[in-house]
């Protein structure tokens, strides 16, 4: 009994003084940050900007005029992480980022090289490593202090976006973690979406993806060459397409899904592979309003989707090989199917080289409510 | 002074003892893997794994036959009668004094990731204590609390843990786990080595094996537990390997838990899915600290029969708590474990091997227990 009595007791006063309370945070004493924007500025400095959500401005009484829902700090820095200490200087609440949605970087700053600016996000496990980075070519600042028309918070309309799959078209998500992975091991090259902020609209717009070699960008690739990249890739689940067909006039597709296949054929006397893409879909809309298809209808119309899909992707890889970016993945596939001749290999002068065989196939799934 | 009923007198059917040894080695085991066998084979760094759990069986196979050949007996008893009363007591003090450490790092592991990821601005001792002394009270609860305690979480646990899996499956580059082999044969071996340690926690069974009834059952709840610890890593490294590539997951203190970590699911069910994750994984360890716990004092109490293995729990535990808020850090907590593991074999499977031998060369064999 007596020793019983003693085990309460430890636990009680285990309980009472053991509770976490270090760590609790009342909600009003955080500022939440959802959005993280760096901008490249003069002497190598970088100039950072969090945008917070204003929690009390969610209790709104009726008919008074909703303010903007957020606020931005901004400050300059010399790392990613060096900002966010200047930035709670700022701020009477604690920073808290566990939230954190976008990280915006803008053209200037990933011309110089990203890898010091992004460690901090997969360093510390309270950073999501979720959140996904985007690339802006005007400023960062500018993206996360304007207002939007149809949604409040830009950080959380970005992150809203790019977590749908079925958005997945002409942009291509990035996740903080996948970038900082392909940065810091390869050979894949990571690539950013583009995004810019329409003053009339009041409203983001994807603009294509921004190309990189390793951490630093070297170029863009447009909205029709992002789609082929994501073809390419096999990351889409709802791409759309608008390809002329003999007879039927530019006939447009959606619901596009593909299926990709890679192939190393030959690695000397010249690196050769072979890409084989499946793609599938349904017309969505033909301005002859064609109906009654034949076989030979069926054919035509996969036969022209099929030449301009290769038409188009061949372009595409092209324009990657002249930049020297893997962003597609073919020397991964090199790398783990022919692990000898990776080794003797000098990827980056082997790549722009590289006789690449784009083959596809076009299955047309359905053609509407018409037989 | 030893009372009756402070000396454990019970048995313990298949599967309790199988719910016990997987819980407590996954928990053990998940926290490393696979980080050290990535280490040495790289991106097929599974056959490691494969290798280890053979290993892992032999070495319980021989923890059998010595059961057999003294019926009754824990090893640290098999230790006096093969050894000698004193030779057996260093050896077993020896052998406890390893467990011992090795508890403490799994319990700073655990405090260390929970300030990591959740509490950092608790203190460490908090946390070490808080964990500690929940572990204990079950330890002193006995062995059938720990295994029925034990029984009953599995079953979720493993459910939970298979699900997450699943959904981490989903972010799995199948290249970064290719090419297949690696080159030098060498480094399978080696690499079987090291993942030896994710298996160590069954090599306790040897201090709780009298408990088991009927004894004949051992083999097949033996060869049961290693299948299904081989399955949950073998799926646990070739998830980290899948998602992170060999080379980026090496950067990670606790690459399992950033596998889990990076799971696909919309911001809703994200942090639902890191709570049940982390819920998991806290359990098992609570299990495995209750169970290693339990085992020591066991042992101990066997070695000084003054006391009982009740009175040892609690004796033991400020020493733990102690041992465990030695290290600074992750990074010197990390080298400990990494001592740990790299010996740990020894302690745990050579060390009844090599009383095996000798009681086999010199013949010896224990009275058969009523």
């Excluded at chain 2, 989903?170 to 030098?184: A, E, I, M, R, Y």
Aim: with cysteine; net charge positive; charged share 15%.
């Amino acid at each position: 009994m007596k020793q019983k009595r003693l085990v309460f007791a430890v636990l009680l006063i285990t309980i009472t003084i053991c509770p976490g309370c270090w760590d609790s945070q009342e909600i009003e004493r955080r500022a939440i940050v959802v959005g993280y924007g760096m901008d490249a500025a003069p002497q190598n400095k970088v100039k950072v900007t969090a945008q917070l959500i204003k929690i009390e401005s969610s209790q709104l009484n009726i008919g008074e005029k909703p303010e903007k829902p957020f606020v931005t700090l901004t400050g300059m820095a010399r790392t990613g992480f060096n900002g966010f200490v200047g930035l709670e200087n700022e701020t009477i609440g604690n920073l808290f980022f566990g939230q954190l949605k976008v990280v915006i970087v803008n053209n200037a700053i990933a011309k110089r090289g990203l890898k010091q600016y992004v460690d901090f996000l997969e360093r510390h496990p309270f950073l999501p490593s979720q959140g996904y980075l985007v690339l802006t070519e005007g400023t960062a600042q500018e993206m996360l202090s304007e207002a939007l028309a149809a949604k409040f918070i830009p950080g959380v309309a970005i992150a809203d976006f790019l977590d749908n799959p079925r958005n997945i078209d002409q942009v291509i998500p990035m996740k903080n973690w996948r970038f900082i992975r392909k940065i810091l091991v390869g050979p894949t090259d990571p690539f950013l979406p583009i995004i810019s902020f329409s003053k009339e609209e009041r409203a983001f717009q994807f603009k294509g993806i921004g190309v990189f070699r390793r951490d630093r960008l070297v170029g863009r690739l447009s909205k029709d060459e992002s789609r082929m990249t994501a073809l390419l890739m096999s990351k889409v689940s709802n791409a759309y397409l608008l390809i002329p067909v003999p007879g039927m006039g530019e006939v447009s597709f959606k619901g596009v899904t593909a299926q990709s296949k890679m192939k190393v054929l030959k690695t000397k006397p010249q690196l050769e592979l072979e890409i084989t893409v499946k793609v599938s879909g349904h017309v969505h809309d033909i301005p002859s309003q064609a109906a009654r298809f034949k076989n030979k209808d069926i054919r035509q119309i996969q036969h022209a989707v099929q030449n301009a899909l290769t038409k188009q992707m061949r372009k595409t890889i092209r324009h990657l090989q002249n930049l020297n970016s893997d962003i597609i993945g073919f020397g991964e596939k090199v790398r783990a199917t022919r692990p000898e001749s990776w080794k003797k290999m000098k990827w980056d002068e082997e790549y722009p080289k590289a006789n690449i065989h784009v083959t596809v196939s076009f299955n047309l799934e359905d053609t509407g409510v018409y037989r | 002074m030893t009372k009756k009923a402070d000396v454990e007198q019970t048995a313990i059917g298949p599967w309790l003892f199988v719910s016990v040894l997987i819980i407590s080695s996954l928990g053990y085991g998940l926290q490393n893997i696979p980080f050290y066998t990535v280490k040495i084979l790289g991106q097929c760094a599974y056959w490691g794994i494969l290798i280890a759990a053979i290993i892992a069986a032999l070495g319980l196979g021989v923890i059998y036959l010595l059961a057999r050949r003294f019926p009754g007996q824990s090893l640290i008893e098999q230790g006096k009668s093969i050894l000698g009363n004193f030779a057996g007591t260093v050896t077993g003090l020896a052998y406890l004094a390893f467990i011992l450490l090795m508890l403490a790092m799994l319990n700073r592991e655990i405090s260390n990731q929970i300030s990591l990821y959740f509490l950092n601005r608790t203190p460490i001792s908090v946390t070490v204590l808080i964990y500690l002394l929940t572990g204990v009270f079950i330890a002193s609860r006995g062995i059938e609390t720990i295994t029925r305690a034990a029984s009953f979480v599995m079953i979720v646990t493993m459910s939970l843990l298979l699900i997450l899996l699943v959904i981490g499956f989903h972010n799995v580059t199948w290249s970064n786990l290719l090419p297949l082999f690696n080159p030098d044969p060498l480094k399978y071996l080696q690499a079987g080595k090291a993942a030896l340690q994710n298996f160590l926690i069954l090599g306790l069974v040897a201090l709780v094996l009298p408990y088991l009834k009927p004894l004949d059952s051992f083999p097949r709840f033996a060869g049961g537990s290693v299948l299904v610890l081989l399955l949950f890593y073998l799926l646990f490294t070739i998830g980290t390997i899948g998602v992170y590539g060999s080379e980026f997951s090496l950067r990670f203190a606790y690459p399992t838990v950033e596998f889990l970590h990076v799971i696909d699911l919309r911001q809703v069910l994200l942090e639902q899915a890191g709570m049940v994750a982390s819920i998991t994984w806290l359990t098992m360890i609570l299990m495995g600290t209750a169970f290693i716990h339990y085992s020591v004092a066991l042992g101990l109490s066997k070695l000084i029969p003054i006391f009982t293995y009740k009175q040892f729990v609690w004796f033991i535990a400020p020493i733990e708590f102690l041992v465990v808020i030695w290290p600074t850090g992750t990074i010197q907590t990390k080298t400990i474990s990494a001592f740990v593991n790299s010996y740990g074999w020894i302690s745990l499977f050579i060390y009844p091997l090599v009383l095996w031998l000798i009681a086999l060369v010199l013949k010896k064999k224990g009275a058969v227990n009523s």
